[in-house]
């Protein structure tokens, strides 16, 4: 309500989702869980665009460093409008704009994911403890 956005609740598949929850796959096999929950179910969203427009910031991590403020892949044109915002850059901006902060920042949570994928840590340090695993996938 506070912007004005109408956000659209899409679901991963139910049974894919109870495998992931049963079989603890964020432990087992975090791509294909992430696969499961986030990718697949956004997949089916995107077919119906030709636009991606996402906030990954290029400090976060040398993937995301890597991208381009506009690309195209597929039938897809991606644009990164934040691609190239420092750190302060951020800050500035939830200040400016008063935008709140997620409640677990406070708490020593840079990046917010999956209950079971996320600790504290400095950045993106605090996903996929314990794994080369550093992006979900959503953003492929």
Not at 35 to 61: A, C, D, F, M, R
Not at 72 to 88: A, F, G, N, Q, S
Request: aromatic letters at 12%.
């Amino acid at each position: 309500e506070r912007y004005g956005v109408n956000i659209i609740d899409h679901i991963p598949d139910e049974e894919k989702h109870r495998t992931s929850k049963d079989d603890q796959l964020w432990e087992s096999n975090p791509d294909l869980c992430c696969n499961y929950n986030k990718v697949e179910p956004l997949e089916k969203i995107k077919e119906n665009h030709t636009v991606w427009i996402s906030g990954l910031i290029g400090y976060q991590n040398s993937y995301r460093s890597g991208l381009e403020i506009l690309q195209k892949r597929d039938d897809l044109h991606r644009y990164y409008p934040l691609i190239d915002w420092t750190p302060e850059m951020v800050d500035d901006y939830f200040e400016s704009y008063g935008i709140p902060r997620h409640p677990l920042e406070r708490f020593g949570f840079d990046s917010i994911g999956c209950t079971h994928c996320t600790k504290k840590g400095d950045g993106r340090d605090g996903r996929w403890d314990d794994s080369d695993k550093t992006e979900c996938g959503l953003h492929w």
